[in-house]
């Protein structure tokens, strides 16, 4: 009996992997979370103030080192969580909100309308999303709303095209047909037969817009196109270490990378594992 | 006359050429009238029925008729006054009923809504009729609170009919409705449809199955590659089948009591972008002759339609 158990376990691991997926990146993104509403009572210093001496290694009094300015890295990486999370998530709102609308409405109706839609986002897809995100934040120039709409223009793209696929094979379904021929109207058909069909759908691609968003964020931020000094933000600071690197003062780029990379690790797995758990599922 | 269509020609346009799913089609269907459209895959059936309740999708076209329904002609009625007429006048039941309702809702949802979207009622009200709606299709009103994957496909097919029938339609249609169904369920479902007669209501079945179309329906339509070849009343036209096509079609039928040998037809059904010159079911026809080069017209014989060259003389 034990040893059956377990083949069963180990055979069924698209599911238990999809799972511990998704658990780990809500691990991830809680710890972060939890960093960026509780930052006060975290850090143990002033982001924005010296501390120490100039550019120490990481030690116990500072866990993360001193930058050029001897500010806490330790800190300034727990303040500047807000600023990545606050961009990154108003950013994949807004393009959740047109993106979805569009895609539902572009499929539903098809046509020339489809058409000519289709055709904007999809040579709007074509730029690399970086690209793209700097050529809009450089018109708009620098400050945190700018980003936010700079990165919500390159994401719409990705909803779009997700949400028009699904709806094309959704109201093809019979049971759209079926809507059609007792009369129901065609926002009655968008907003309850075919949104709640692609609701799983919008989840994973917001996860996964997230994960991407993120390092957008952070070249943009390396650029200097989102918070001026001494604001700290996670690409801000990899800028500021980037001169100090070759000296071996390795501390100051480290640790906001590695953090860059971690939290849109954990929004990729997310979004990866919840599309691992609802694929098999989608077609009942 | 409940329904009549008149000359009706619904063409799918496509890049091969025109797809002539239903050509010059003209039926009329009465009051408490249960009528079968017969034929083999492809012979325009479904779009027939289809194009009655206008959700003919493009690259199909209505390109010329008439379908006067209660007086009205549902071809030039708007969109808008086109969906506004099913469900309440015209109703129509699926094939498939394993797909057809929305997973995501409770089948009871599905019927209040409609109900409240076209009727002037409250949600406690709605959900009584639906309750008694689900009753009057042989389920219990408990039913209501079911998602669709908690039913049985004959089950599902009732909740399809009582949705169908949830804004009292004066035409019921049925495309296929119990294909998916074994048999023994395909009966109650047949028993179910006919009893909506005595509603007040007609009913059109399309169907594959001669044998079931014969044992249910007052009258029986026949179509073969688009055309309309054969329309009488039920008896007779499966005694005494006037098309070779219909007797070809009554000779394929299997019989469990009687030991026939089974004549199945030679040939399929043509391509409907290329059909054959003159009578469409010429190549497969053992009567042919020379006269059917020609486009055959319409005949009555006997109150009953036929379009063969074989009845020219009668007239």
């Known amino acids: ?284 | 006359m409940l329904l009549d269509v008149k000359n009706l020609k619904t063409y799918f346009y496509s890049k091969r050429g025109v797809l002539r799913a239903v050509d010059n089609v003209s039926i009329g269907v009465n009051r408490r009238e249960f009528i079968s459209i017969v034929g083999e895959s492809g012979c325009g059936k479904s779009t027939l029925a289809y194009s009655i309740i206008r959700l003919i999708d493009t690259p199909g076209k209505i390109v010329n008729g008439k379908i006067l329904f209660d007086g009205k002609n549902l071809v030039e009625l708007s969109e808008e006054e086109m969906r506004k007429l099913r469900g309440r006048e015209i109703g129509m039941v699926f094939q498939d009923p394993m797909t057809s309702l929305d997973p995501l809702e409770k089948i009871g949802e599905q019927i209040v809504e409609t109900i409240i979207e076209h009727q002037d009622v409250d949600k406690k009200e709605a959900w009584e009729r639906a309750a008694i709606l689900l009753e009057k299709v042989g389920l219990s009103g408990d039913r209501v609170n079911y998602y669709p994957h908690q039913l049985s496909g004959g089950q599902r097919q009732r909740v399809m009919i009582a949705l169908a029938v949830s804004l009292n339609p004066k035409l019921l249609i049925a495309d296929e409705p119990t294909t998916a169904l074994d048999v023994i369920v395909q009966e109650k479902i047949m028993d179910l449809l006919e009893g909506m007669k005595r509603e007040n209501r007609a009913v059109i079945l399309i169907t594959h199955d001669f044998a079931l179309a014969a044992d249910r329906s007052d009258k029986i339509a026949v179509m073969y590659a688009g055309w309309l070849i054969e329309f009488g009343e039920a008896d007779k036209l499966a005694n005494e089948p006037l098309h070779p096509y219909s007797e070809g079609l009554i000779s394929s039928v299997p019989d469990v009591w009687e030991d026939r040998d089974i004549k199945p037809m030679p040939g399929f059904p043509p391509d409907l972008i290329d059909p054959p010159k003159g009578c469409r079911f010429r190549p497969r026809c053992p009567k042919a002759m020379d006269k059917c080069i020609n486009e055959p017209p319409t005949f009555s014989v006997n109150g009953r339609i036929v379009k063969c060259w074989l009845y020219g003389e009668n007239k």
Not at chain 1, 116 to 143: E, H, N, R, T, W
Request: aromatic share 10%; hydrophobic share 50%.
């Open chain 1, 1 to 284: 009996m034990e040893v059956k158990n377990l083949a069963t376990t180990i055979f069924r691991i698209p599911e238990v992997e999809g799972r511990w997926m998704v658990m780990s990146g809500l691990a991830i993104v809680c710890i972060v979370l939890i960093m960026a509403i509780f930052a006060p009572l975290i850090a143990p210093y002033d982001p924005t103030k010296s501390s120490g001496e100039i550019l120490e290694a990481p030690s116990m009094k500072h866990l993360m080192g001193t930058d050029n300015l001897g500010r806490d890295i330790f800190s300034r990486i727990i303040y500047g969580s807000r600023v990545v999370l606050m961009v990154v998530f108003s950013a994949s709102l807004v393009s959740m909100s047109i993106g979805v609308p569009i895609g539902l409405i572009s499929g539903y109706f098809g046509g020339k309308l489809d058409r000519a839609i289709s055709m904007l986002m999809d040579s709007m897809y074509a730029f690399p999303s970086l690209i793209l995100a700097i050529a809009i934040a450089a018109v708009l120039g620098p400050s945190v709303v700018n980003a936010v709409v700079a990165i919500s223009v390159v994401y719409v793209p990705t909803y779009f095209r997700m949400i028009r696929g699904q709806t094309l094979s959704l109201k093809s379904r019979l049971f759209v047909e079926a809507a059609k021929a007792i009369g129901a109207k065609d926002t009655r058909i968008m907003g309850r037969y075919i949104l709640p069909n692609i609701v799983t759908t919008v989840v994973v691609v917001f996860s996964l817009s997230v994960a991407d968003a993120i390092l957008t964020e952070a070249g943009l931020s390396f650029l200097g196109f989102i918070v001026t000094a001494p604001t700290p933000d996670w690409g801000f600071e990899l800028s500021a270490g980037r001169p100090y690197l070759p000296a071996g003062y390795w501390w100051m780029i480290t640790f906001p990378g590695l953090m860059v990379m971690l939290l849109s690790l954990g929004f990729a797995l997310i979004g990866e594992g919840l599309s691992e758990i609802y694929a098999p599922g989608r077609e009942r």
